[in-house]
């Protein structure tokens, strides 16, 4: 008896927070500020900020396949592999896909990174506000669930995200794309400038062409350093210069003394107690040694990534919830699964501004708000798309034409001569949000482990190709119109999960039968519980969404606080 | 595909139109066969002939070769490592093929001949290689001998322009540039920057 209640108090936390990536380190940062103990689960290796990043400062000759895959890192990555983030330099930082399998029932990449720190060590940066007109599009066409909050409430927490993250970005007054907290933008190349200036005024501002705003620091910020414009994000920045738990949450957190960070575990599921209706702990496997284990405490956040949270919400299973933690009423937990759709465009070049050039690798681009169904404008698709794009100046100068195959002296100085302007725009698409778009678990698979693994069933729908043909011809439009030449369309095609913005399966709304999570992402069936990750997600809008993770995020661990103050949970 | 993704990444960095179409779409082919196990791949005369054929495409000039950097020997290892088996025996038959109709023209092998001489033995080489293509995989010897070429040729640009002579001499390449100017005057004999294997300004948008 003795014993175990010893063991119980070594195990037990005022908070548990379950992943250590962007929403994950928020969570373990709000919590352990406000005082509580804190226990942070991860289910991979531990990343050390600066120390662990082996590759940052290697030039190009010192990556033996100049960053190239080998057949043997294919093999064991052939999901990783199938899309470009997954490289030499930081090829540590994706998930073994023979170690941890899941089920296409319909082609779905799984790009995902197991380690301290998850993907905020390799994400893209882009930090964008969603607007009213993000929230209110479920409510206005039907598909989805209502969002049950309004800009109006988060605002002050994406200020709050904004300011401690370092979010870099230039203020439009763009309806579909709301102003924040921002250090000064970087700066718009010669091409985007001149782009900039004839689509805006063909289209009398209808249309606007800004700078990205990334979570890239533009001037010293919280005790971290400046971007210095090597544009190596993904390999762990040395100066701490872009937003990522290693740099900025987990600091924060240590720094309270209130932290526990427990990398290689593995949560198997959320322990559920009948009798006070509420989640006691998590059951835990070492990833290491395999051992299993339990950790409690009054309340958990749940932040292993959409589908990772999806899965422990459904593997979470008990005589009072057969179909899963918090599943009983709504059943939606893991359905609505969504994405963006993005990787077509167009580009074009321009043969004038021949005595312009860049310095320094900007790790940024330009960013065209939503500019579609609203004011005037109406499509034949329902929401819209943003773009996203940069220009730059190639080289080949002094030659017309590279022959095929072309080889020798002249080949190469050309190489080495800057050549054309030119510049390109992509665009990043919404994803309708569906309830046959879903995640389940399939127990005819096991990992590494010996856990079931996720089945995942999702497609993209006619709505999003309808888009993805205006997205090409929009783009070539304003390249036209800014006289750029050789303008071509491109669609190199799109697989769920492809984006890397894998949102829904947990959905929030006011009403329990149809929604997983109340308005402060807390479980409706399991009021200790709170999920903040991207499963929160109701619509996807056509931002990116991270900075809306870190918003809610803050809010849902003020509220939890709270209430566990006033003993509410 | 990343084969392809990466190969095209470095394209888009160093201003695209570098890489054949015929390469990206034999590497887009995601052959997941497992490499040689550690034999060799060439002969020493062969590597030497790959070695030479580097230095051919890309030559001395006011700054030094593939030769200088390496690149023959980064061919081998690349073969090695990131290529699946068949294309790595395609690639030593096309050289095979290469290296014989050099010695029945000319008489001698490859590594002998003028500068000049070596010059019009990878003209003819390109020539084929672009009518093999055409003949599509109709043709089972052209469906083998069309990889080598392209793969020699867009490893040796990797491999030459990714290494510190070709990046730092042939291109302009500065570790950490510390500020971003979007409009800078070009100066006088300004050379086109080197990429730097990191996500380029094409791929760095995602989240």
């Known amino acids: 008896m003795n014993l175990n209640t010893e063991a119980d108090k070594q195990n037990t936390y005022d908070a548990i927070v379950i992943g250590s990536g962007i929403s994950g380190g928020w969570a373990a940062k709000e919590l352990t500020e406000k005082g509580m103990k804190v226990l942070m689960l991860e289910r991979g290796q531990n990343i050390e900020h600066i120390k662990d990043y082996t590759k940052a400062t290697l030039a190009p000759w010192q990556l033996k396949h100049r960053n190239n895959l080998t057949e043997e890192q294919r093999k064991a990555h052939p999901v990783q592999s199938r899309d470009y983030p997954y490289q030499e330099a930081n090829e540590t930082w994706w998930v073994n896909d023979i170690e941890c399998p899941y089920t296409e029932i319909k082609p779905f990449d799984w790009f995902r990174g197991y380690h301290v720190g998850g993907r905020s060590l390799m994400w893209g940066r882009q930090s964008y506000r969603f607007s009213d007109i993000n929230f209110e599009d479920n409510l206005k066409d039907g598909h989805g669930v209502d969002w049950p909050v309004r800009y109006k409430e988060v605002a002050p927490w994406y200020d709050y995200a904004e300011t401690f993250a370092g979010v870099n970005g230039q203020a439009e007054n763009w309806p579909t794309l709301p102003d924040g907290k921002f250090l000064p933008p970087m700066e718009l190349n010669f091409i985007e400038k001149t782009v900039k200036q004839h689509v805006e005024e063909h289209y009398k501002r209808t249309r606007i062409i800004t700078i990205g705003r990334s979570a890239n620091l533009t001037q010293d910020h919280n005790g971290r350093t400046q971007c210095q414009y090597r544009d190596r994000c993904s390999r762990g920045c040395p100066f701490g210069a872009y937003f990522s738990t290693q740099s900025a949450t987990l600091p924060a957190a240590v720094k309270t003394g209130n932290l526990t960070l427990r990398p290689f575990s593995i949560v198997n599921h959320i322990i559920y107690d009948k009798d006070s209706k509420k989640a006691t702990g998590v059951f835990v496997i070492d990833a290491e040694t395999n051992k299993t284990m339990e950790f409690y405490a009054k309340i958990i956040f749940v932040n292993a990534s959409t589908l990772g949270t999806a899965f422990i919400l459904l593997n979470s299973t008990s005589p009072e919830f057969p179909n899963g933690l918090g599943n009983n009423e709504s059943g939606r937990v893991g359905r609505n699964l969504m994405d963006h759709h993005f990787r077509c465009g167009a580009r074009g070049e321009s043969d004038d501004f021949q005595d312009k050039y860049v310095y320094g690798r900007r790790p940024n681009g330009v960013y065209v708000p939503r500019y579609q169904n609203i004011g005037g404008d109406k499509r034949d698709f329902l929401r819209g798309f943003g773009y996203q794009g940069g220009g730059g100046r190639g080289n080949m100068g002094g030659l017309e034409k590279v022959a095929e195959y072309a080889f020798g002296a002249d080949f190469k100085e050309a190489i080495g001569t800057p050549g054309k302007w030119s510049m390109s725009l992509g665009g990043f698409g919404e994803m309708l949000p569906n309830f046959d778009n879903r995640v389940y678990i399939d127990n005819s698979k096991k990992d590494k482990w010996g856990q079931p693994v996720l089945a995942v069933d999702c497609t993209y729908g006619d709505n999003e190709a309808k888009m993805r043909k205006a997205m090409m011809d929009d783009a070539a439009e304003m390249l036209e119109i800014a006289g750029l030449k050789n303008v071509s369309t491109f669609d190199a095609g799109c697989t769920p999960g492809m984006a890397i913005h894998e949102m829904g399966t947990a959905c929030m709304g006011n009403d329990p039968k149809t929604s997983v999570l109340n308005k402060w992402n807390q479980l409706h069936e399991v009021k200790n519980v709170f999920v903040t990750d991207g499963s929160f997600m109701n619509s996807t809008a056509c931002q990116n969404p991270s900075l809306t993770y870190m918003a809610f995020t803050a809010r849902a661990c003020d509220y939890a606080v709270n209430e566990l103050k006033k003993q509410n949970i | ?207």
């Open chain 2, 1 to 207: 595909m990343q084969r392809r993704e990466a190969l095209r990444n470095f394209a888009l960095l160093a201003g695209g139109g570098l890489l054949s179409g015929t390469t990206i779409s034999i590497l887009n082919s995601c052959n997941l066969s497992a490499p040689k196990s550690n034999g060799q791949l060439f002969s020493d005369e062969e590597q030497m002939i790959i070695t030479e054929l580097a230095d051919v495409i890309i030559p001395a000039t006011s700054s030094p070769g593939a030769k200088a950097a390496g690149v023959g020997e980064f061919i081998t290892m690349m073969l090695n490592d990131c290529y699946p088996e068949d294309v790595q025996k395609d690639f030593a038959a096309g050289l095979e093929g290469f290296s014989a109709s050099v010695k029945k023209q000319y008489s001698k092998d490859f590594l002998s001949l003028s500068s000049q001489d070596k010059i019009a033995a990878v003209t003819q080489l390109s020539n084929k290689t672009i009518a093999d293509q055409k003949a599509g995989d109709k043709d089972p010897n052209a469906k083998k001998s069309k990889h080598f070429f392209p793969i020699a040729r867009d490893l040796t640009i990797l491999g030459y322009f990714t290494s510190e002579i070709g990046a730092t001499q042939a291109m302009a390449y500065v570790a950490v540039p510390g500020r971003y100017d979007g409009s800078a005057d070009m100066k006088p004999g300004q050379k086109a920057w080197a990429p730097d294997s990191g996500w380029g300004t094409d791929n760095a948008l995602k989240s």
